[in-house]
């Protein structure tokens, strides 16, 4: 891979203050990553406010353009948008999941998820934006259909794991979830038909990301897209040895590079090594920024556009910009 070959650098472009407390989560607008939009990017704290970023095309500046607050009564844990970008779900230590959509810019809550029993701790929506995850310190991952008017169904409360489910994420392009809790497991669910009957197909163990090492898995996509059945997931390296304290966030870049935030303030970049294909992939280091942020480092999230632009989001209240550059020589 040409990444290995060339001399690049995590350069800051931005470090956007506002937050009054730690970033949880950040997450890109997907449909802000055409090259004529402005790009767009939610935050979330344990000040209990969302707020939302967007660039300047003009000076490659970000602005804070709208503080979402006096909805949710304590932190705010999760943000994710819908694939149009139309919508914007929060969930909350206060035990719900708040969807928010942009009315003339101004963002409006037009709608609130409760169930929970507890902390809601991660929101994810799937590729369609027909379904949205939520999970929390209950040990529930909940599956909700969206409705016309902007209502939300809940068709399914997944039980299984015997711990707080920290986090729900779908298969970017299946109807495939995955939950993973302090349980020290990944769950895999997905539902054999249209009518909704959700089961967990597998359980990764073994997968804390407190063991201080990342694990790469993959499965036939190309098999369950065909209708022939639930192809399992399988195990095909670990990245160890990097690493020295607990790992909180990693993100995919479009071109294959791995982001890590950790508890040691640093954000290490990944690259698939074209080296000992032999025996499967292997990954290696691509570079690691010491200090990226004074404190841990919560949130990595790459833009989903052409640009490599990488935002992060930390313990120290701070929102970072960086552009992975490519330097001459």
């Known amino acids: 891979m040409e990444l290995l070959d060339g001399n690049l650098e995590l350069k800051e472009i931005q470090n956007l203050q506002g937050h009054t407390d730690r970033v949880w989560s950040i997450a890109w607008n997907p449909a802000t990553a055409a090259a004529d939009v402005p790009a767009v990017f939610a935050s979330c704290s344990g000040d209990k406010t969302v707020r939302i970023w967007e660039a300047s095309p003009s000076t ?18 999760s943000c994710a948008w819908s694939p149009s ?13 708040a969807i928010w959509e942009n009315v003339g810019g101004d963002f409006e ?15 994810s929506w799937n590729a369609s934006g ?9 040990r529930t991952v909940w599956i909700w259909e969206v ?23 779908w298969h970017p392009t299946m109807d495939i979830l995955f939950s993973c809790s302090y349980d020290n497991t990944v769950k895999v669910w997905w539902s054999e038909d249209a009518e909704g009957d959700w089961s967990c197909v597998q359980t990764l163990g073994e997968s804390s990301n407190d063991d201080l090492t990342l694990k ?31 790992i909180f966030s990693v993100h995919w870049s479009r071109e294959g590079i791995i982001a890590s935030g950790a508890a040691d303030d640093a ?3 990944f690259v698939e090594s074209k080296d000992g294909l032999m025996n499967g992939p292997s990954y290696q280091l691509l570079l690691k920024k010491e200090k990226a942020h004074d404190m841990d480092v919560n949130s990595v999230q790459w833009f989903p556009g052409e640009k490599r632009l990488l935002a992060s989001g930390s313990d120290d209240g701070a929102i970072k910009i960086w552009e992975l550059e490519t330097l001459p020589g």
């Open 85 to 97: 970008g139309k919508l914007l779900a929060t969930a909350s230590f206060d035990a719900t999941t």
């Open 216 to 246: 790469i898995w993959e499965a036939d996509i190309v098999r369950m897209q065909s209708g022939d059945g639930y192809a399992p997931w399988n195990h095909l390296c670990t990245l160890s040895g990097y690493h020295d304290r607990t």
């Open 147 to 169: 409705m016309p008017g902007n209502e939300f169904e809940c068709i399914e409360v997944l039980q299984g794991h015997t711990q707080d489910v920290k986090m729900v994420q």
């Open 130 to 138: 027909s379904l949205l995850a939520t999970c929390g310190r209950d």
């Open 267 to 269: 954000i290490r970049l």
């Open 60 to 77: 490659r500046s970000w602005d804070c353009k709208a503080v979402l607050e006096e909805t949710h009564t304590r932190t705010v844990r």
């Open 109 to 123: 809550c037009v709608s609130t998820l409760e169930g929970h029993e507890n902390e809601v701790k991660s929101v």
